[in-house]
């Protein structure tokens, strides 16, 4: 088949830009053809015969921007000018991609969290109206909803939620939904009645993936962890749910001025860079400045990910939320041992009861005993290495591309 996939930003390192090309691949494996349309195309190569570049799907874009701040941080008064806003905007993008779908001659389209998540209110009823007014099948890979993110995307405007609700996520007949959850079959099944497929995340475990190289040698050197020092490393993004806090206090808590954590994301999602800066005042407040480094800058896209961890040591993922946990399966292909925080709704359910070796903790709190069980880790490497083997026997037997080559065929039959 010809499938079409609309996204607001790829090529980056979120997690859905970075689980939509793993599809891709598979999808074209299988013997698909793939067609995107993305708002930002992020350390990509476009192939203009394939990628289509449609700036207004961007969540920078003005329409994505403007709309979240009069539905969700600054509404005025009255929510018509939103509201009217949203449908003269969803107009012009859905006309846009019915445009794209006949000249590619689409035979399915696949949506990726933009009719699950109201992050981008104009290009989700977009979507909606293309499958109304032609009735072309799709699959919504539903990542996470907005009644999972507290009050992110409440309005002080009732008409405005309900709005919400009848848009996201997109409920019409000719619908398929993939969730990356078991929580997120529960929701679907008890909200509305309806039965979604279980696609987890996954990883190519058949490729070589941090692994010391003479290109990589020096990767961690150039941002600042010298020959005789170890690293931790923190492989995402700088934004709240992400628990980097407890990161920074393990840091201080192992007093040893030759461990570093290495935070690889940037904080352009990180709303007025407030947490960001929160991070930085305990830094401060701990002095620990020369054992904290923020590598975003050499940390260009997900693929020099793996140079990053072919030098570290172990992970820290003390998230609070996730809709799933790239960074963890991704530390298991490196074959590095992992911190985690028993996160939610996912953590255990989904992961943790695998059989998995970490030192888990609850609720970000870091008792004498995890870190005592991390410092016993950090300090064996022979025990490190034990570690990451196992750890990625089990991965590939969960989270692997035959496992996701199973789930799409299944998905991908109209």
């Known amino acids: 088949m010809r499938i079409g996939i609309i996204i607001g930003r790829i090529g980056g390192v979120d997690g859905v830009a970075l ?21 930002e195309f992020e350390s990509w190569t476009m192939d203009y015969d394939r990628d289509y570049l449609f700036p207004a799907l961007s969540f920078f874009s003005v329409e994505a921007e403007w709309g979240q701040r009069k539905a969700f941080f600054e509404p005025d008064k009255q929510p018509d000018a939103l509201l009217e806003h949203v449908e003269k905007a969803s ?30 209110l104009s290009m989700g009823v977009a979507i909606k109206k293309l499958v109304e007014t032609t009735g ?4 919504t890979h539903d990542h996470d909803f907005h009644w999972e993110r507290g009050e992110r995307y409440v309005s002080v405007h009732p008409e405005v939620n309900h709005f919400v609700d009848k848009h996201f996520p997109l409920l019409l007949p000719n619908v ?8 997120g079959v529960e929701t679907f099944k008890n909200r509305f009645d309806i039965d979604a497929l279980l696609v987890p995340n996954v990883m190519d475990f058949n490729r ?11 990767f961690l050197r150039d941002v ?9 490393l923190q492989v995402t993004r ?6 980097i806090e407890t990161a920074i206090s393990l840091i201080d808590q192992l007093n040893d001025k030759k461990l570093k954590l290495v935070i690889t994301g940037n904080n352009n999602d990180d709303e007025n860079k407030e947490y960001y800066n929160e991070l930085i005042d305990q830094i401060h407040d701990l002095n620990l400045s020369r054992q904290v480094i923020f590598a975003a800058h050499k940390v260009l896209d997900h693929k020099d990910l793996s140079d990053v ?10 998230s609070t939320y996730e809709g799933f946990g790239n960074a963890f399966v991704e530390t298991v292909l490196a074959k590095k041992p992992i911190f985690v925080n028993n996160y939610k709704p996912v953590y255990m359910q989904d992961i943790g009861n695998k059989g998995f070796e970490t030192v888990m903790i609850e609720d970000s709190n870091l008792t004498p005993e995890s870190i005592q069980q991390m410092s016993d880790i950090i300090y064996n490497p022979k025990r490190c290495k034990e570690i990451g083997e196992y750890n990625f026997n089990i991965g590939k037997k969960y989270f692997s591309y035959e496992v996701l080559e199973e789930k799409l065929s299944q998905l991908f039959t109209f």
């Not at 700088?238 to 628990?243: D, L, P, Q, S």
Request: aromatic residues 10%; charged residues 25%; hydrophobic residues 45%.
């Open 309 to 318: 961890y072919a030098h570290g040591r172990a992970a820290t993922y003390f």
């Open 176 to 183: 398929k939904h993939a969730v990356i959850n078991t929580f």
């Open 224 to 232: 600042g962890v010298l020959k005789d020092e170890i690293a931790l």
């Open 208 to 218: 070589v993936y941090g692994v010391p190289t003479p290109e990589n040698e020096f």
């Open 19 to 39: 689980e939509t090309e793993k599809w891709i691949d598979v999808l074209e494996k299988i013997g698909h053809k793939v067609f995107i349309m993305s708002g």
């Open 238 to 243: 700088i934004v709240r749910r992400k628990g």
């Open 91 to 120: 107009n012009r993008i859905h006309l846009a991609m019915r445009q794209w779908v006949t000249k590619k001659k689409i035979d399915v389209i696949l949506s990726e969290n933009a009719s699950a998540l109201p992050c981008h």
């Open 136 to 139: 072309i099948p799709i699959v």
